[in-house]
């Protein structure tokens, strides 16, 4: 019975910090610090940002997030949870992506039509996804259970989750290959690596004026201070090594 009660509990605490609140305290993060990864084009989801939760005071399971706000419709939006069950804990079944939409408070009091649900394998293995429009809004949700193959008496998942959701700006719609790609994009820090380089929007690419380059390279022509920003920005998202950061400064430092 308490494993079926902190499962209620994850789920409602996903719903609420959709939207910025919560019964907890989110600390914000570097992206070298938290446990989650997110590969993606710098500038695809303004504003996003680490937060974490670590592991409640009874040590029973530990709370990680990724994402931005804003109102839904008035740019791209996403949220990533993953939520890591302790010792004797387990998720008894997979997440019903479809029946999760009303759990998020962001689409809790939307018209939310589901237009077709699917399964792919990301870096935890299995994962559920679900593409949708929620009042004219097209998203997509995805979960995927996993972890610790102990048995357990009845049904069983696994002790770890993962999941969230992306949505375009009004007018937009979430095809399933780019769904795909960004729940590709997503990894767990020293156990699962992403699987996918880095998500790229529908109709964006990674050197267009609303990114930067992901590689390390800059624009020519751009200051050395913009360069080193850049550089800087790119080390702090998790996009370049810090072996590939120290290379290319001292590259823009000796052409002073």
């Known amino acids: 019975m308490a494993v079926l009660v902190r499962v209620t509990l994850i789920a409602s605490s996903a719903a609420i910090v959709s939207t910025g609140a919560s019964a907890g305290e989110w600390k914000k993060v570097s992206a070298e610090g938290s446990p989650l990864i997110f590969r993606a084009a710098p500038n695809v989801l303004p504003g996003a940002g680490f937060q974490s939760k670590g592991w409640d005071d009874g040590y029973r399971f530990r709370s990680e997030y990724f994402g931005n706000g804003g109102s839904l419709g008035s740019r791209r939006l996403a949220g990533i949870w993953y939520y890591d069950l302790s010792g004797g804990r387990h998720y008894p079944t997979r997440e019903d992506v479809a029946e999760a939409i009303s759990r998020f408070r962001?689409?809790?009091e939307r018209t939310n039509s589901v237009r077709s649900t699917h399964r792919t394998v990301a870096a935890f293995g299995n994962t559920d996804f679900v593409l949708f429009d929620s009042g004219g809004?097209?998203?997509?949700?995805?979960?995927?259970?996993f972890g610790d193959g102990t048995f357990h008496i009845g049904t069983y998942a696994g002790t770890s989750r993962v999941h969230g959701y992306y949505c375009e700006p009004t007018g937009g719609r979430v095809a399933q290959d780019d769904a795909e790609r960004f729940i590709k994009a997503i990894g767990?820090?020293?156990l699962r690596d992403p699987i996918a380089?880095?998500?790229?929007p529908p109709g964006s690419k990674p050197a267009d004026a609303a990114t930067a380059p992901t590689t390390g390279a800059v624009?020519?022509?751009?200051?050395?201070?913009?360069?080193?920003?850049?550089?800087?920005?790119l080390l702090d998202r998790g996009l370049i090594t810090k072996a590939d950061y120290e290379k290319k400064k001292q590259e823009i430092l000796s052409g002073l």
Do not use: D, H, Q
Not at 197 to 200: D, I, K
């Open 188 to 190: 767990i820090r020293n």
């Open 219 to 233: 624009a020519p022509g751009s200051s050395a201070e913009a360069r080193l920003a850049t550089l800087k920005s």
């Open 197 to 200: 380089p880095e998500f790229v």
């Open 137 to 145: 809004v097209g998203c997509m949700l995805f979960s995927s259970t």
């Open 106 to 108: 962001i689409f809790k």
